[in-house]
């Protein structure tokens, strides 16, 4: 199983908000497992730490808002997009004032420190969270939607579309977050010339410039107007007549608008606060979208916190019941394991189908025939020996007893038919031939039982 990871080092960044125009320095700091993203302001006394998840977003209006307690924090978004693309799950992420510095307006300068820097891989495993089936939201005022559909991996598909005859419909398309740096990083954020002044007048894009911004002259202004607002914006004059991009750089791809909406759902989607496998397709997106979705998304994680493992009955099994036979000393009737899908170093997906020509079933009950509790546990047991048993040698020379049972719980009934699924993982190495585990037993997408167990792995005499 794939581990976390976080930064081997620190990094400062320095430049101006680009809304506040302040100067400003974001630091990056390696963080321990399972802390998640984090951001600190320095600058506030108490130095607040606020969580980077969706529920903390509170504004999305040119940028993602993070708040909690009055503190707030803009302009995350494409520092977010380097970490989420780079594997990274744990950072501290310091800053000493109300935004993230906008830099050349693109996610370039995060991704080449992180490189510089390095990762690494940490204790805990990477809790992934697996689609399954398609979650969609749309905004129907907007027309703006999200959807997600089950993918081996996570990809991300846009498309935008403006009613504008330089800029009006493009697509970006990332299959491998591998490719970010190249494919991605570099697209700067946009916008329109008539959107700077409503800008300016909501007190924002301060910091903005040809520098860290590709501007976009769509609808042609009279000379004069376009020349107040390059005067306010401090830039040179330009011809109101010839429309097109207004920018000190030429573009650096022909649709890097929409690869900047892609690395935009990059960032707001780590924002869920668990990696995803699954293929994001986006019309029309943006910050305010993308928050809606990021938020239904870790609704739909909460009701499916434990996930039951991915089985295809078709794919063949790396122990067959022949080799559990070679392992586990268990025989008929009480062999309650038929397969294993899946084993590592320290967890193991393990098969057993419940069929009615159980032996139990002839007294439990017989008329309403039902898997007692204790025989689940049992099941679960034999899947965890079996973890343990494949990896000593002369393994039938061995037999595992329980020490303790513990948490146990059973949240639905077992019946003829059910499939049961187990999932079992070492909660500490194996010390002294005694193993501590946690088990789940699930039928489809639900876990019908729950417990953690002790036992001792002795050499037969």
């Known amino acids: 199983m794939l581990k976390q990871k976080t930064l081997k080092g620190s990094f400062s960044l320095c430049g101006k908000g680009l809304h506040t125009g302040l100067n400003l320095t974001v630091t990056f700091n390696p963080a321990p497992d399972n802390h998640g993203y984090k951001i600190q302001r320095i ?10 998840v969706a529920e903390n977003v509170t504004e999305t209006t040119r940028g993602t ?9 803009s302009t995350v978004e494409h520092a977010l ?27 370039k300068f995060y991704v080449e420190n992180i490189e510089r820097v390095g990762i690494e891989e940490q204790n805990a495993v990477k809790d992934y969270y697996i689609i399954k089936s398609k979650i969609k939201y749309k905004d129907e005022a907007t027309g703006s939607s999200i959807m997600v559909l089950p993918d081996e991996d996570f990809s991300v598909n846009v498309l935008i579309s403006y009613d504008s005859s330089v800029l009006s419909n493009q697509f970006a398309t990332l299959d491998n977050m591998s490719d970010f740096p190249k494919e991605i990083a ?60 207004l920018n000190h750089k030429p573009l650096v791809w022909p649709n890097e608008p929409a690869r900047h909406k892609l690395l935009d759902i990059i960032g707001d ?37 434990i996930q039951a493992p991915v089985y295809n009955c078709n794919e063949v099994p790396v122990m067959d019941v022949n080799r559990i036979r070679e392992l586990l000393p268990h025989r008929y009737p009480f062999q309650l394991v038929d397969k294993v899908t899946a084993i590592g170093a320290n967890y193991i997906v393990g098969i057993k189908n419940v069929t009615v020509n159980e032996p ?18 049992e099941a679960m047991a034999q899947v965890g020996g079996l973890l343990v048993l494949n ?28 499939t049961l699924i187990f999932r079992v993982e070492l909660l500490a190495p194996i010390r002294r031939g005694i193993s ?5 037993v699930f039928v489809g997408e639900k876990v019908v039982c729950e417990a953690e167990f002790m036992a001792q792995i002795v050499k037969n005499k």
């Open 65 to 73: 808002v993070l708040s909690k307690n009055n503190v707030k924090v």
């Open 391 to 418: 990896s000593v040698d002369e393994p039938e020379r061995y037999s595992t007893y329980f020490m303790k049972i513990d948490g146990v719980k059973f949240r639905q009934k077992v019946v003829p038919g059910d």
């Open 269 to 305: 989607l780590a924002l869920i606060g668990r990696p995803i496998k699954g293929r994001i397709i986006a019309t029309r997106p943006g910050h305010t979208v993308n928050n809606k979705f990021a938020r239904l998304l870790r609704k739909e994680i909460k009701l499916h916190e």
């Open 360 to 377: 139990f079933f002839q007294g439990h009950f017989p008329q309403e025939p039902v898997m007692p509790g204790v025989l689940q546990i």
């Open 43 to 52: 600058d506030v006394e108490g130095q607040p730490v606020i969580d980077a």
């Open 186 to 245: 570099l697209s700067r954020t946009f916008v329109f010339v008539r959107e700077i002044e409503p800008l300016l007048g909501a007190g924002l894009i301060k910091g903005g410039d040809l520098d860290n911004a590709v501007v976009i002259y769509e609808r042609q202004m009279t000379q004069e107007n376009l020349d107040k607002l390059a005067d306010v914006m401090k830039v040179e004059h330009r011809d109101a007549t010839k429309l097109g991009y």
């Open 436 to 440: 501590s585990m946690k088990g789940y």
């Open 81 to 107: 997009a380097a970490l989420y693309a780079a594997g990274i799950d744990n950072c501290l992420i310091q800053v000493n004032g109300p935004e993230f510095p906008i830099l050349d307006g693109s996610a």
